[in-house]
Nanobody
Framework: QVQLVESGGGLVQSGGSLRLSCAAS????????MAWYRQAPGERRELVAS????????NYADSVRGRFRIALGRAKNTMYLQMDALKPEDTAVYYC???????????WGQGTQVTVSS
């Protein structure tokens, strides 16, 4: 059972920056993809960015491309999301997600709140 712990959320003014971190533990099988999702009140959870652990291939939602950057950490099974030029519409709970093992099991963190004031 993979456990995910996020950190780094908070309140920031429009145009500001935040860096989210995620650490995975308890993985018995390889983690293939690490990703960030977000969910705003009344909205569906959406993919923000993902990164493949074998070749570092990155994928971004159109709404954040050019402003956010996902990266794997030096420590195994860690990941970061650098968020720059934040906008009020980026306000949401951000969730760390992993895909692991032959069965492509999903794991989710507890979420961290990001609030961008205008």
């Amino acid at each position: 059972q993979v456990q995910l712990v996020e950190s780094g959320g908070g309140l920031v003014q429009s145009g500001g920056s935040l860096r989210l971190s995620c650490a995975a533990s308890g993985a018995i099988e390889p983690i293939y993809v690490m990703a960030w999702y977000r969910q705003a009140p009344g909205e569906r959870r959406e993919l923000v960015a993902s990164i493949a652990t074998d070749d570092n291939n990155e994928n971004y939602a159109d709404s954040v491309r050019g402003r956010f950057r996902i990266a794997l950490g030096r420590a195994k099974n860690t990941m970061y999301l650098q968020m720059d030029a934040l906008k009020p519409e980026d306000t949401a709970v951000y969730y760390c997600n992993t895909v692991s093992g032959a069965a492509l099991k999903l794991a989710w963190g507890q979420g961290t709140q990001v609030t961008v004031s205008s």
